[in-house]
């Protein structure tokens, strides 16, 4: 019992010692940067420490509830360490522990002569903070609290350095998510009229004695609501403007983190509030339009940075492929689907980083060679690029199996429309990839094609990338363990796919998380 306790104790760990350290390195300032570097790095890990016990404990034995402040469910706001939340908590543990080794030796207070690691480092821990509330947030409102907290830290990050062009990315970005927030306050303003709790556990039971017309009003607000976060079309125009302004480390945290917190509230919300509903069709249709709009986006840039931003659009849209399918199978492959994407997308945007770190561009237009005079860089591009194109045996080709397997056991027209769709989806995300490797890493370096490179800035007024600069261990080191964990993910893709369906039964059982936070108070 005394471990239990104790154990429960630990679910706030991933919320409150971020915060802790955040104030506690703001208040130290730009002194003892050895000292700031330690802190970060000691929170995050022990963080990740924390989140694997719980997901152990969660596996085995159920969920964990921490009520805060002492006072019980549903009157006051509770933690719940289930399946589904435990395991995308390890995953962005694991994740920002990674990114943050990177930040550290990028030393972007030096290197870019922006604002201070002082800064950087308190906005990043606000921000993890604010993710580890969402994931395992066990109340409506506070899940709100989760995201503005998030997005205080996002939006220092965002705008780290003060550039004309992230300080015009932030202000979209921070107009998109103020309008998010708007609608998601609206809908807590009518569930709470109409059940009288926020407490998603209550909710559960309470929705079902709603008229209909109000379930699906309340249900299509917090669908938009975090459509928005998740940057589902045609909500999604803002995220290829804003993320590849940002510096490395925040668009690769953003990109594998920010979009899968908005992914994981519909999750939560479908599978727990809403089964069954009647929008399932419309998450069909917008799940297809927004794997296609987003890879046909990719396809025709020239740019990395905005060809991975506009795959992450498109790959949001398998992880709503899943959810609209409604069924076990289907929440299985998308909860797979986003352990996989989380891992694959940041490496990638953290391989781009040491691209422009080492170039000075991320214009394919300007590049070439890089697999001849910087062959490790190839390789660390290459193999998460392939995972998120599915090439077999990788886990992104066994997620996408999953969801195929899924979409084809569930039939009907729409679903396999649905299904044809990811598998084109697939491979034009395999055409944009190997078109973008093709220019920046195969093809020979600019100098050897002096003659098309005259040619080609009278054409489009760009000069030739000439400087190269080394690229430290440290930041070669964290990119690789990043890229290991992905493709660790191929190698225990049967423990982890296995995991993946007792998370989803444990969703659609629902009263397994009902009885966790209300036990027997009703």
């Not at 350290?21 to 924390?50: D, E, F, P, W």
């Not at 056991?409 to 034009?428: E, Y």
């Not at 369906?501 to 969703?507: D, F, G, I």
């Amino acid at each position: 019992m005394g471990d239990l306790v104790e154990l429960r104790g630990l679910v706030c760990v991933p919320v409150l010692l971020p915060l802790l350290a955040a104030g506690i390195k703001l208040a130290i300032g730009g002194r003892l940067r050895h000292l700031q570097s330690a802190i970060s790095l000691t929170t995050l890990g022990i963080s990740l420490a924390v989140s694997v016990l719980l997901l152990a404990h969660a596996d085995t034995h159920g969920p964990l509830v921490t009520e805060l402040g002492g006072w019980a469910s549903p009157v006051g706001i509770c933690l719940v360490a289930d399946r589904l939340s435990t395991l995308v908590l390890v995953v962005s543990s694991a994740v920002t522990l990674c990114v943050m080794v990177y930040s550290i030796a990028n030393a972007y207070d030096e290197a870019e002569h922006d604002a201070p690691m002082a800064i950087f480092h308190p906005a990043f821990l606000v921000m993890v903070a604010g993710v580890a509330d969402a994931f395992l947030s066990g109340d409506l409102f506070n899940l709100f609290v989760a995201f503005e907290m998030l997005l205080s830290g996002s939006y220092v990050l965002l705008t780290f350095g003060g550039t004309e062009s992230r300080m015009r990315a932030g202000a979209t970005y921070t107009l998109m998510a103020l309008a998010s927030s708007m609608l998601f306050l609206i809908a807590l303003a009518v569930t709470y009229g109409a059940t009288g709790t926020l407490s998603m556990a209550q909710l559960a039971e309470r929705f079902g004695t709603l008229p209909e017309q109000v379930k699906l009003l309340v249900e299509l607000t917090l669908l938009l609501a975090f459509a928005i976060k998740a940057a589902i079309f045609p909500v999604s125009a803002w995220l290829p403007d804003s993320y590849p302004t940002a510096p490395a480390p925040a668009t690769a945290v953003f990109a594998g983190l920010l979009t899968k917190v908005g992914v994981y509230a519909i999750i939560r919300l479908e599978a727990l509030l809403f089964p069954g509903g009647p929008v399932s069709t419309l998450l069909m249709a917008v799940a297809l339009a927004t794997m296609l709009a987003g890879v046909l986006g990719a396809v025709a840039q020239t740019d990395i940075k905005r060809m991975l931003s506009f795959t992450l659009v498109s790959h949001i849209g398998y992880m709503v492929f899943g959810v609209a399918l409604s069924t076990v199978a289907g929440l299985a492959g998308a909860v797979f689907y986003i352990v996989h994407h989380i891992t694959v997308q940041t490496s990638l945007f953290l391989v781009t980083g040491l691209i422009e770190r080492r170039t000075g561009t991320t214009s394919v237009n300007r590049l070439g060679g890089l697999m001849r005079s910087a062959p490790v860089l190839g390789v660390l591009f290459f193999v998460p690029a392939m995972n998120l194109s599915g090439i077999p045996p990788m886990s992104g080709f066994l997620g996408k199996l999953l969801l195929v397997q899924a979409g084809l056991d569930k039939g009907g027209p729409a679903a396999l429309v649905l299904v044809a769709g990811g598998l084109l989806t697939s491979l034009l995300t395999l055409y944009a990839i190997a078109k973008t490797w093709g220019k920046a890493f195969w093809r020979a370096p600019r100098e050897e094609r002096l003659g098309q490179v005259m040619e080609s800035e009278e054409a489009t007024g760009e000069e030739p990338v000439v400087t190269t600069t080394a690229l430290p261990p440290v930041l070669l080191g964290a990119t690789a363990a990043l890229v290991a964990l992905g493709l660790s993910f191929t190698v225990l893709a049967g423990p982890l796919a296995a995991l993946t369906q007792r998370v989803a039964t444990e969703l659609s059982e629902r009263q397994t998380y009902i009885t966790a936070v209300l036990g027997t108070r009703r």
